[in-house]
């Protein structure tokens, strides 16, 4: 065997090995993206920068002749630029980025056209070089997890490999960017895929790392914002803290809330959609005439706050017209992140309230930077995202004097936060539209039915006095088969519960003489009505009871309802169902996003063109895909000698111009069409 026969073979043996070990593709796959994310952060970076010079710098020479009101017009300008290049090229780089991630991760197996990283990357760098009121978070996201998919699309990967390969490029991005390889490896996993594995985290630790060592090559290994020396936090200090996380949560939520408010506002202007980043460029830059610092991504304000250089009243504007300026500019239609603006606004609400604390006890607490310094991440906790806000918050600073009450205020935020509203910033977007990437995850059933869903109510219950007779309890107890009864008094409030057992013991002590109020239990434990099954179940397990009376929460004597055993197991039966049909939804939604095509649903009555013929017999358009048939509550796999009957529900898959053709082949436009009587619900069948 000549050498040269035996290197091709060592290099085919190598080819075949490598492709068939998950490890080695998927941590060279990772390097991969790690560059790609790197390189393509540094030269976002320098993108911001050149349209930055152009707007201010250049452009501020053309206009010399407004003077200094030439700012007004600038991010109206940079609007002008936005809208067209994101309505006419990729509409899923309008925004700030993250839920669309989020979105094709959970829909369309991590599969993002390539065309969003150039329409991202020109269309935020233009909005933050013009002033808008954005941060460079999202848009990196986005840019790296279009290279990770594109990357993973060319290699025709599998959906898996595909969404590890996303999760890598957001990674990548923030651990260029911000010089927090640790952070954007935990936003991945915590953020982006939401659940934690081996290889997951192997691979989005390779990508972050080498993203990383790329940022420092050309950014320089120096933190984020430089933090002046101050005196540490004391322990008596924390409970202060904790105060801060409360409001930092109330004031993120009250930021989502906000934005996604312009965003409706400015959805239901009748304006052209393209032009509406210029109305908000101009509002925009009239704020910006009178707060400089509102411009861009702010982290200019956010030293001179760390520095001490801002007075309360300054401090307090500028926190409330960054919520402004930043709703406006993402909800008109602009590009760029939330991630900064929330640090901004974070930076100024604790620099408050670090004000305020510091005058009233100049001599106990630390400064106010060290405030602000714990307000940027518990606002950004607001996104739910606590391991992220800490671990970031700490690489962009390398100050680890306040982790302990940046610890403390972050989660105090993210769970008065999640009380507050459900949904998170990037998870609200999704929401709108109809999608829950986290319902099934972790789902717990019982947790999502009320008590009040599940109840028997008062005016469906068997109820007794207790002053019924035990001989008419008796009766009652043959007749219902019931095991348990709620007991009113005079008032028709709650007095308490008899069961069969208390009867039995009764009836074997010789006691029938006597009457309900005898036998029955009256310290008996309730529930309300807003409480969920999971709540309510470890009282029966407690207690080990088959019933529990339901009262209202205004008045606990007051019964609404009765809970049993059966309630529960009814309840939970039809949740399952539901839940089912949920998923079902979910798989067709990412079947459709990913093929291109819809689901349609055909009916065939009496008369149609089909009836009574086997699909074979049938000329089927090209296009469409016969996927199931739904016939008396049973759904059917065709097969070519599948015979069509009237009453049969025909699923198939079809692109926009199949779906008619289709519909003409198997009804033919019959005239004698007859209803369809039978509605029932499909279960699965082999046949």
């Not at 233009?126 to 594109?150: A, D, F, H, K, N």
């Not at 604390?357 to 400064?367: F, K, N, R």
């Not at 829950?436 to 008062?458: C, F, H, Q, S, W």
Request: charged content about 15%; overall charge neutral.
């Amino acid at each position: 065997m000549s050498n040269i026969t035996r290197a091709r073979d060592n290099i085919g043996n190598f080819y075949t090995r490598f492709w068939t070990s998950e490890t080695a593709v998927m941590v060279t796959m990772a390097l991969l993206v790690g560059l790609g994310g790197g390189f393509g952060a540094v030269f976002f970076r320098w993108l911001i920068n050149a349209f930055q010079r152009f707007f201010f710098d250049t452009l501020g020479e053309w206009l010399s002749f407004m003077g200094p009101y030439y700012v007004v017009i600038v991010p109206a300008l940079g609007g002008l630029l936005v809208g067209p290049v994101i309505y006419f090229l990729a509409r899923e780089a309008k925004g700030h980025g993250v839920p669309e991630v989020m979105e094709a991760v959970a829909l369309r197996g991590g599969r993002i056209r390539p065309i969003v990283v150039v329409v991202k990357s020109l269309a935020s760098s233009i909005c933050i070089g013009s002033g808008g009121s954005v941060g460079r978070e999202g848009p990196i996201v986005q840019i790296g997890s279009v290279l990770g998919s594109t990357i993973g699309q060319l290699l025709r990967l599998s959906d898996r490999r595909i969404r590890n390969l996303v999760a890598c490029g957001a990674a990548a991005g923030i651990a260029a960017t911000f010089n927090a390889p640790i952070a954007g490896v935990m936003f991945a996993l915590e953020i982006i895929l939401a659940e934690f594995g081996l290889m997951q985290f192997t691979t989005v630790v390779v990508a972050s790392v080498t993203a990383s060592v790329i940022g420092r090559i050309y950014f320089g290994d120096v933190p984020a914002f430089p933090i002046p020396p101050y005196a540490p936090a004391s322990v008596w200090e924390l409970p202060i803290y904790a105060l801060l996380g409360v409001v930092a949560a109330f004031v993120g939520v009250g930021f989502t809330r906000i934005l996604y408010w312009f965003e409706d506002l400015f959805e239901t202007w009748r304006f052209p959609e393209y032009l509406k980043p210029v109305a908000g460029g101009l509002l925009m830059g009239l704020m910006g005439f009178g707060f400089p610092k509102l411009f861009g991504v702010g982290y200019g304000a956010i030293e001179a706050v760390l520095h001490n250089q801002l007075v309360l009243s300054t401090l307090a504007l500028l926190a409330v017209l960054k919520i402004l300026a930043t709703s406006i500019t993402i909800g008109s239609g602009g590009s760029g992140g939330v991630f900064a603006p929330s640090l901004f606004i974070g930076s100024m609400l604790g620099g408050v309230f670090g004000l305020l604390i510091h005058q009233w006890m100049p001599e106990g607490t630390a400064v106010p930077a060290a405030y602000a310094l714990v307000g940027m991440s518990a606002v950004f906790a607001a996104a739910r995202a606590p391991i992220t806000s800490i671990l970031i918050l700490f690489e962009m600073t390398q100050d680890y004097r306040i982790i302990l009450p940046l610890m403390l205020a972050t989660v105090i935020s993210t769970v008065v936060a999640h009380h507050l509203y459900r949904e998170s910033i990037y998870t609200l977007k999704l929401k709108r539209r109809g999608i829950d990437i986290y319902a099934g995850k972790n789902l717990n059933l019982m947790r999502t039915i009320l008590v009040g869903e599940a109840m028997t109510p008062i005016d469906r219950m068997v109820t007794v006095t207790p002053d019924t007779p035990l001989t008419e309890l008796a009766r009652i107890f043959d007749e219902t088969h019931h095991h348990g009864l709620v007991v009113l008094d005079e008032k028709g409030e709650l007095y308490g519960v008899v069961t069969l057992a208390d009867l039995e013991r009764a009836a074997s002590e010789q006691l029938m003489a006597g009457k309900v109020r005898d036998i029955c239990t009256t310290q008996v434990r309730t529930v309300f009505p807003d409480e969920t099954l999971e709540d309510a179940l470890r009282h029966f397990g407690a207690l080990d009871v088959g019933r529990i009376p339901v009262v209202d929460r205004a008045n606990p004597r007051h019964v609404v309802g009765l809970l049993r055993r059966g309630d529960i197991i009814r309840a939970y039966a039809q949740a399952y169902i539901n839940e089912q049909a949920r998923l079902t939804h979910m798989e067709r939604v990412q079947l459709q996003q990913r093929l291109g095509v819809h689901i349609a649903e055909i009916p065939l009555r009496e008369g149609d063109k089909a009836i009574g013929k086997t699909l074979q017999e049938l000329c089927i358009p090209p296009k469409c895909v016969i996927a199931s048939v739904r016939r008396g509550g049973r759904v059917l796999i065709p097969r070519g000698h599948t015979r069509l009957e009237a009453g049969d529900m025909v699923i198939a898959l079809v692109t926009e111009d199949g779906e008619e053709a289709l519909r003409s082949c198997l009804t033919g436009g019959g005239d004698n069409r007859q209803p369809i009587t039978s509605n029932q619900q499909p279960v699965t069948s082999n046949e």
